[in-house]
């Protein structure tokens, strides 16, 4: 239990983090979802229009510090190869 003024303000910050990293963390997990679903599904059009929404939000995660940005790289970098390896199939 916090004890002192800065202690307090430091939970109350804290809370509002975890809340908005926990936000953009689950949308962006949502994102690749749907394209991995989209992929298995044969829907490739429907894949590449999600991978062009999904790409800005994996790189605000980085931003945001969310994820580091070499995870956001390594993300969206085996997305593309999975959708373009699909199409020339």
């Not at 809340?19 to 679903?37: G, P």
């Not at 940005?69 to 199939?89: D, F, G, H, Q």
């Amino acid at each position: 239990m916090a004890n002192h003024k800065s202690a307090e303000k430091r939970n109350r910050q804290n809370k509002i983090r975890n809340a908005r990293n926990t936000h953009i963390r689950s949308t962006m997990r949502s994102y690749i979802k749907k394209i991995r679903i989209a992929i298995a599904e044969g829907d490739m059009d429907s894949a590449k229009t999600l991978l062009e929404k999904a790409i800005p939000y994996i790189d605000k995660a980085a931003t945001k510090g969310v994820i580091h940005k070499a995870t956001a790289s390594r993300k969206i970098s085996r997305l593309a190869k999975l959708i373009n390896t699909e199409v020339t199939e």
